[in-house]
């Protein structure tokens, strides 16, 4: 049966990505041996980081003076690495979820940190909108997507200090002003590649302030210097990345993307909007278009293990809940064809009529 993968991440890829990245498996770029046995060094993996940063440059049109990175550690990483390398004295956060709360917990280490808005009061349900950021923050850190709690910021926030913004679960799904940013991170596993490698896109200007002793391994420049080869790299999500970055730019690039990414999320809660059944649980102006959130209404919500059940019999995989925010979501990464969100729909609507 068809699958129709809704997960958080790990996530779903295109097809052209596996593809490709199984055949590299076998044989790596006509060389007669597999991906997974060859020198970073050599010059086929050397063509391969050199393209995938182009290709990151080129989709998000990167200005000069940033430097591409393909980094180990996963986003997780980057909730020190940005404060070991840019917090002097103090940093500004918001916290709008468990991830935006992880890396201020990182930050702390480091120096003062400003957290300007929460939303925990109402389990991350919405995204603070009226705060300011102090003028001696160092920096402005915000999470664009909140894979968990289903909000987004689809916007670079106008802020009088450099952005950085944890971007991991809605990269590529919109155009990004970058020269607002010092430094934006995305783990790889939920827009563009298996686990294992993270993008940092970081502003070569905003390094080199701190006085601290940051080791070689958590400091940007030893990775800038070295073209992100430093030590040996996540080579194959590396390669399966640069495979979705030429699907992305075949396609249309970011704004091609993004259109897909409305058309299918407008569908998902244009369906539970008008349920009886499933309710979102977000205000809607914060709606995430990548990770649906939505439970069921409290006369239905013994019900709910029971949808998951019956979904999974239209070959529909991943949609049951974070644990934090119960009932269902699902993901609508770039990869999800919008069939997809048509057999979900499908499904909500079968289920509600037969109960
Ligand atoms: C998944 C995720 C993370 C954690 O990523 P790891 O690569 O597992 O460390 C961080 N931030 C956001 C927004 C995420 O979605």
Redesign the pocket.
Known sequence: MKKHNFYA?PSILSEYTIKNTAEAIKDFAGTGLSILEVSHRSKEFTAVMDEAQALVKELLEVPEGYSVLFLGG????QFCMVPFNLLKKKAAYTDTGT?AANAIKEAKLFGEVDVVASSKDKNYTYIPKNFTVPEDADYFHF?S???IFGTEVRFDPDVNVPLVA?M??DIFSRPVDVSKYDVIYA?A??NLAP?GV?IVIVKDSALGNVDRAIPTMLDYRTHIKKGSMFNTPPMLPIYSALQTLKYYKELGGVKEMERRDLAKAELLYSAIDSSKMFVGTVEPEDRSIMNVCFVMKPEYVELEKEFIDFASTKGIVGIKGHRSVGGFRASLYNALPIESVKVLVEAMNEFEKKH
């Open positions: 991440g996963g986003a997780s990483m991830w999470t997507n909140n894979t944890d991991s679960s783990g596993q939920k686990a993270t």
